[in-house]
């Protein structure tokens, strides 16, 4: 079976990887004009006129990748099949159609606005009461597209510097920690959910994953597993879903989801029994789930801007390196890697021994640390 991933980036890099076990074959399509791939058949198709070729050397379609033009998927899903549908990304692409579904499903999101000029974003941020959180409504990835708004005088600034047409005004979550779910859905509509993973962004940046996340609350997982349930059931969804959320004193606030395997969801690639990869190589390809069981506890490192000593993270005995196969720029994902460990205390300074050859890692600070 060939599969077509739209996008040729590290999240498609890792499908493959994860696909070739099972005699899967991968042709990427890639816009951007810069795929860091690195493996499969890769297509650079900038203006989209070897789209037919692309459609008819692929068996069945998936992204790693969600801002591209709809039209694409929409004219794909024509005559191949297209997991997740085209539906599933027009939303996922959009924060405002994204926080519309949340509230019609009964999931609570930050009390939001739109802003279309200077002035609409500054009654937006007058009406929610600041802090406030503006982000484009489309494009946005990595925290790029976003500002913090302290007061609505900033607000002709803010949009200055967005630049955009159209922005989401968000009330700042005053959030204890962020944390997502990631689920797995097949073409027979079995459902699975990996352990929750507690979050740490620094600069807009995902920097550390730990699973499962320290602490958890059964009934806070329960609601999570809830809402990603009638997020996948809703959109008839096939293959990985990843939702992000901030656990607040009143429970879980949705941010967002992303229609596709995540870089939270990285650990399981040792820390699961099946990894997101391989369980959506599986549901695109109609196969059946596999064990979505932690096998002990992880933490996910992300190598971002420079690589650091990796000859010294290599010898840890305890660290699994992934990289990307990209250069090095301030920001920019360039690999992760992940340490498993039996127990949290264990896992903690594992990670900090690791980090250490990462430069600019900022302080590992997860729950579990300020605990003890
Ligand atoms: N409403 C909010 N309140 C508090 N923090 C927020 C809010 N929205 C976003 N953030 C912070 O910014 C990060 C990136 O925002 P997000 O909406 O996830 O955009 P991206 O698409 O760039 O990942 C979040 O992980 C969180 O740390
Ligand atoms: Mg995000």
Not at 89 to 94: D, G, K
Not at 109 to 121: N, V
Not at 280 to 309: F, Q, T
Not at 329 to 352: C, F, M, Q, T
Request: net charge negative; hydrophobic share 40%.
């Amino acid at each position: 079976m060939r599969i077509g991933v739209l996008g040729a980036g590290q999240l498609g890099r890792m499908l493959a990887l994860a696909g070739y076990p099972l005699a899967k074959t991968f042709v990427f399509y890639d816009m951007s004009g810069s795929p860091s791939a690195g493996l499969g058949e890769v297509m650079i198709d900038r203006d989209g006129q070897y789209l037919d070729d692309f459609i008819s050397r692929v068996d069945r379609v998936t992204y790693e990748f969600e801002h591209l033009p709809l039209d694409i998927a929409e004219k794909i899903a024509a005559s191949k099949p297209v997991h997740p549908s085209p539906r599933a990304l027009q939303i996922c692409q959009n924060r405002e159609a994204e926080k519309s579904l949340f509230g019609e499903l009964g999931i609570p999101t930050p009390e939001w606005k739109i802003a279309d000029s200077a002035e609409s974003l500054q009654a937006a941020a007058e009406a929610l009461g600041c802090p406030v959180v503006a982000k484009t409504n489309t494009e946005g990835y990595d925290g790029k597209g976003q500002a913090v708004l302290q007061s609505p005088e900033e607000a002709a600034e803010a949009w200055n510097s967005i630049n955009h047409p159209r922005l989401i005004v968000e009330k700042f979550v005053e959030f204890r920690r962020e944390i997502s779910i990631i689920a797995v859905r097949s073409e027979s509509g079995e459902l699975a959910f990996y352990p929750m993973a507690e979050n740490i962004h620094h600069q807009g940046i995902l920097r550390y994953s730990v699973a499962p996340a320290p602490g958890l609350e059964r009934h806070v997982e329960d609601d999570a597993r809830r809402y990603i349930k009638a997020l996948m059931n809703e959109l008839d969804y096939i293959g990985v879903l990843t939702l992000e959320l901030f656990e607040t004193a009143d429970g879980l606030v949705a941010n967002e989801m992303a229609p596709r395997v995540h870089n939270s969801g990285h650990w399981t690639i040792e820390g699961a029994m099946t990894s997101q990869f391989e369980n959506h190589i599986r549901a695109v390809s109609g196969h059946p789930l596999g064990s979505v069981e932690p096998r002990e506890v992880s933490c996910m490192v992300n190598i971002i801007g420079e690589h650091g000593d990796i000859r010294r993270i290599l010898e840890l005995p305890y660290a699994r390196l992934h990289l990307y196969n990209k250069g090095e720029r301030p920001g920019r994902k360039l690999g992760h890697v992940n340490i498993l460990a039996d127990s949290y205390k264990e896992l903690v300074w594992r990670v900090r021994n690791c980090t250490q050859f990462l430069p600019g890692s900022p302080e590992f600070t997860a729950s579990l640390t300020s605990k003890g």
